[in-house]
Every structure is written in C-alpha cells, then in structure tokens.
C-alpha cells in the first residue's frame, strides 16, 4: 500500500494474473516479482497471501526492507524461521500482522465483554475440518506444511485471545491413518492465568455438520459458539444471537489498515502472533512423541 492508500497488484505464481487482478480491482500497477514491490520506496505495507513455503521468505524481505506486513497464516513453516523473523521484527519498527482473522468476528468480541478479564476460563474447541485429498499441497510439508501448521494455529490463537493469557504448557496425540496425514489432532493447552483448553481437530467426520462449534466455561456462564452463526449466552440470564457467519475477515483487515495509517500498534501484539506459531511447531513435537507435555516460553 501507497502512502496515499494507492494498491499494486503482485502475482507471482502467475505473473499474467497479475494485470487481471489490477484491471479488475483498479489497482495502480502490477508485477509478476515480488522484489519490485519490496523494493520500492513509495510502498510502506505489504500485504502477502502466497502459498504458505513463501511465507517466511517475503516477510523477511518486506520487515528488512522497512514496509509492514499484513501476512496470511502460517507465518512460516519451521521454528528456525521464526527465529529470524522475530530478530527482522524487532530491527524493523514495522508492524507485522498475521491473519489470524477470528480474533475479530463480532460474536468472539461479544464473548470477550461478557468474561472478565483474569478470570480463568475453561475452553472446548471442537473443528469438524473435513477431508482434504493427499495429493493436496497443504499436506506437502515442503510447500504446505500440512494442515496443522496451515491452519490449526487459526485455533490455538483464538483460545489464547479468549483466555486473555499467554500458552504456557501444552500437549497433543493425533491418530494414525493410513497416508500419514495426521490430520486428526487433539491438544491441550495451558494458559499463565489458570485457564484451560482443548482443541479437537478432525478430519475423519462429515461435512453435514457444523465446522466450528466453541463452548466456554467460567464464573457460573456458558458461551457457546456454534460456526461463528449463531451464539448462546448462560449465566444470570440467557440469550440467543443468530446472523450471518462472519468469521472477522474485513474487520481484520481494516483494523490493521486502520493501525498503519494511524502509526498506532498492531491490532495482534507481535508476542501473541510468535507464540501461538511456535505453540503450533510444538503440537507437532508433542504428537510426534505421543501426547508429550511441552513448555511454552519465547
């Protein structure tokens, strides 16, 4: 993004997509080479929505390159470069945004004012995730990363938002199948404030049921989420909320836009967005040696 909210267009899996999607959205200019976009001068934010073995080496090019990075998940593929993105963040004092968009869905904030914060709470997270074919690429672990890293974090982030605590503790077994996707996960978490969560990713169910279905428990309520559609409230009184799935995508973006064009701090604290990442490589370390307890620290 321009200094004066001008957009250029960047494609660079196919270059020629690049001058349909700025015809078609009015961008300013295109490319198909990233580096023309992180070498410019006039360019302060850089938005990246590759594919994820990308990820890591365009974050670093931008924060090196002083521009903020609005990055969709994963923010990278091994803890080694998380290392180096946290040493680039840090020598940047530029903002860097992860797109861990449910954080911002009207339903997740309605939670959040009813639990006070420094309450523990107890968390249960079931997602019904679905088969993906095993010649997919996120189960690459060369490209992909497979699908914990590529999307299990969207969870573990959002516990941790709704614990309002840091990931302190956390231990994971998945079940064996026979490609070796070990896409069927479950996890616990611990939180620094007493807080509790389990995490349950299948892809072994079916797809008449919901995806996401969040219950939390604490100080005599009852939150229970139900595909970001439809919200129940128990406590001293009770309530329902029904409307259309808004899983906070356009609020994210905005919030970070919002943040860059107004020099105030990133939406998602920087520790936030390097903890749940790290805690999604440890769910892969834990499982590997069945269920192992892991501490969580940066």
């Given at each position: 993004m321009k200094g004066k909210g001008q957009f250029v267009s960047v494609a660079t899996a196919r270059p020629h997509n690049a001058r349909n999607i700025a015809d078609k959205y009015g961008f300013a200019s295109c490319t198909g080479n990233a580096d023309d976009v992180v070498n410019r001068a006039d360019i302060n934010t850089i938005f990246i929505a590759t594919r994820h073995d990308s990820h890591a080496e365009?974050?670093?090019?931008?924060?090196?390159?002083?521009?903020?990075?609005?990055?969709?998940?994963?923010?990278?593929?091994?803890?080694?470069?998380?290392?180096?993105?946290?040493?680039?963040?840090?020598?940047?004092?530029?903002?860097?945004?992860?797109?861990?968009?449910?954080?911002?869905?009207?339903?997740?904030?309605?939670?959040?004012?009813?639990?006070?914060?420094?309450?523990?709470?107890?968390?249960?997270?079931?997602?019904?995730?679905?088969?993906?074919?095993?010649?997919?690429?996120?189960?690459?672990?060369?490209?992909?990363?497979?699908?914990?890293?590529?999307?299990?974090?969207?969870?573990?982030?959002?516990?941790?938002?709704?614990?309002?605590?840091?990931?302190?503790?956390?231990?994971?077994?998945?079940?064996?199948?026979?490609?070796?996707?070990?896409?069927t996960v479950t996890i616990s978490l611990a939180f620094a404030n007493g807080s509790t969560a389990n995490v349950s990713y299948f892809s072994n169910g079916n797809k008449l049921v919901s995806k996401e279905y969040l219950e939390i428990f604490g100080s005599g309520m009852v939150a229970i989420l139900d595909d970001f559609k439809t919200l129940t409230m128990f406590g001293k009184s009770s309530s329902k909320s029904t409307g259309n799935q808004d899983k906070g995508h356009q609020a994210e973006v905005a919030a970070f836009l919002n943040a860059v064009q107004k020099g105030q701090a990133c939406p998602i604290p920087a520790d936030d967005i390097f903890l749940s990442t790290l805690a999604t490589f440890k769910v892969l370390e834990s499982a590997a040696q069945n269920g192992k307890a892991i501490d969580i620290h940066l």
């Open positions: 365009y974050v670093l090019k931008a924060l090196q390159n002083k521009k903020n990075v609005f990055v969709e998940k994963p923010l990278c593929l091994h803890e080694s470069e998380l290392e180096t993105i946290r040493t680039a963040y840090n020598e940047s004092g530029s903002l860097l945004m992860v797109g861990f968009n449910r954080r911002f869905a009207p339903f997740v904030t309605k939670i959040r004012d009813q639990f006070r914060s420094g309450v523990p709470l107890a968390i249960n997270y079931r997602i019904n995730a679905g088969i993906v074919p095993a010649d997919h690429w996120i189960h690459d672990p060369a490209i992909g990363g497979g699908r914990i890293i590529g999307e299990v974090c969207h969870f573990i982030d959002l516990c941790m938002f709704i614990a309002r605590s840091p990931i302190t503790q956390l231990s994971a077994r998945w079940m064996d199948d026979a490609a070796g996707l070990h896409d």
